[in-house]
């Protein structure tokens, strides 16, 4: 059941990431270039450059998530202090898709008015891609560990989309 959450997650993080958000900026909704062929312009930048961020960002996201899953998947873990030691280990796995946004932008990102928004939809597509997942996906006695598991998966199983 965890591995179908991490694929549902995923699959949704890749449409919100490579429809949804290159639909907005196709529209000019953020960002309208001081050019002549403006629409071409847009075009040129989301299939180039937000089009490789977006897959750094994916990627990394997804890396991490099935990092922490295959990690936890095979944990001993059972005592408290073993647990608590498991948040800190989700922590630090969490920086890097955050760290990741850095790279994202700073490398793959030329049109400096795009920052603030290109950082925004990271962040909000980590949110979907790596905390969504894990903390709907963690197995084992870990279920809880990722911040605020406990309050989405309660609310998840009220709604009936989870047990």
Not at 91 to 96: G, L, S, T
Not at 120 to 138: E, G, K, N, P, R
Request: aromatic share 14%.
């Amino acid at each position: 059941m965890e591995l179908i959450n991490i694929i549902v997650f995923s699959m949704i993080g890749a449409i919100l990431m490579f429809r949804i958000q290159p639909f907005i900026y196709k529209q000019g909704l953020i960002w309208q270039p001081n050019q002549e062929d403006s629409q071409t312009t847009l075009e040129s930048w989301v299939s180039g450059e937000y089009t490789m961020a977006a897959l750094w960002i994916f990627a990394v996201s997804l890396l991490c998530t099935f990092v922490w899953y295959f990690m936890t998947s095979r944990s001993q873990a059972h005592r408290p202090k073993q647990i608590q030691q498991w948040r800190v280990c989700w922590a630090i796995i969490a920086v890097i898709p955050v760290l990741s946004i850095g790279v994202g932008i700073g490398f793959f990102n030329q049109v400096s008015e795009m920052r603030l928004s290109l950082a925004v939809f990271f962040l909000i597509d980590i949110l979907i891609l790596f905390w969504l997942t894990t903390a709907t996906s963690t197995p084992g006695l870990l279920i809880y560990t990722p911040p605020l598991a406990m309050e989405l998966r309660n609310l998840l199983s009220k709604l009936g989309v989870k047990e």
